[in-house]
């Protein structure tokens, strides 16, 4: 069972984490994963396709947080494959911020799945999570990170992509949308 430490700055580590990060053992590592989602994606026999990829040169099984979007409290697959991602973006422009990440690998169905989800307007969203290479019970550190994924380029066998935060600058003002159903003195009599 993953213990966590105290809540620092929003952000909570777990006990591995911690140890990782004051001595850091050629024993351990920490391994990044990355989950897709999208309404769209669907095996052949019509279930739910989520896949999920870590980073490092063979597959994992993990347990996911109980507050998971998709299968959560669950132990999943994470399939192995080559990522690079960059850090946050570092300007003074009221863009939300923002990652670079590749996937290079990727199977002809995750290829065929953002082919299709990219051509709707439903946004492909990207969830990243930390394990201990010693405890995969649990994230390494909470929350964690949930993306949009931007500025999509997929090819044959390889997919890149901006994932960024939630931006509430880029929301209508005001929130509320006026309509004659909901405020029906609106209509000209």
């Known amino acids: 069972m993953t213990t966590y430490?105290?809540?620092r700055h929003g952000v909570q580590f777990s006990v591995a984490y911690e140890e990782a990060m004051?001595?850091?053992?050629?024993?351990y590592a920490m391994?990044?994963?990355f989950e897709l989602r999208h309404s769209g994606f669907q095996n052949a026999d019509?279930?739910?396709?989520?896949?999920?990829?870590?980073?490092?040169?063979?597959?994992?099984?993990?347990?996911?947080?109980?507050?998971?979007?998709?299968n959560p409290g669950e132990i999943v697959t994470f399939t192995a494959m080559p990522v690079t991602?960059?850090?946050?973006?570092?300007?003074?422009?009221?863009?939300?911020?923002?990652?670079?990440?590749?996937?290079?690998?990727?199977?002809?169905?995750?290829?065929?799945?953002?082919d299709y989800a990219l051509n709707g307007i439903e946004p492909v969203?990207?969830?990243?999570?930390?394990?201990a290479s010693n405890d995969l019970s649990a994230p390494a550190f909470m929350p964690v990170l949930?993306?949009?994924?931007?500025?999509?380029?997929?090819?044959e066998t390889k997919v890149t992509a901006r994932a960024?935060?939630?931006?509430?600058?880029?929301?209508?003002?005001?929130?509320?949308?006026?309509?004659?159903?909901r405020y029906p003195g609106l209509t000209a009599k």
């Open 146 to 155: 949930h993306l949009t994924l931007r500025d999509v380029n997929v090819t």
């Open 85 to 114: 991602s960059g850090g946050l973006d570092e300007n003074d422009s009221n863009a939300a911020p923002s990652i670079s990440v590749s996937f290079d690998g990727v199977s002809p169905l995750i290829v065929e799945q953002l």
């Open 5 to 7: 430490g105290d809540v």
């Open 22 to 27: 004051g001595a850091a053992s050629v024993e």
């Open 164 to 181: 960024t935060f939630y931006d509430p600058s880029n929301l209508g003002f005001p929130r509320q949308e006026y309509s004659r159903l």
């Open 31 to 33: 391994l990044e994963t």
């Open 125 to 131: 969203y990207l969830t990243i999570r930390v394990y």
């Open 46 to 70: 019509g279930t739910t396709f989520v896949p999920r990829i870590v980073n490092n040169f063979e597959d994992i099984d993990a347990q996911l947080e109980a507050d998971a979007p998709v």
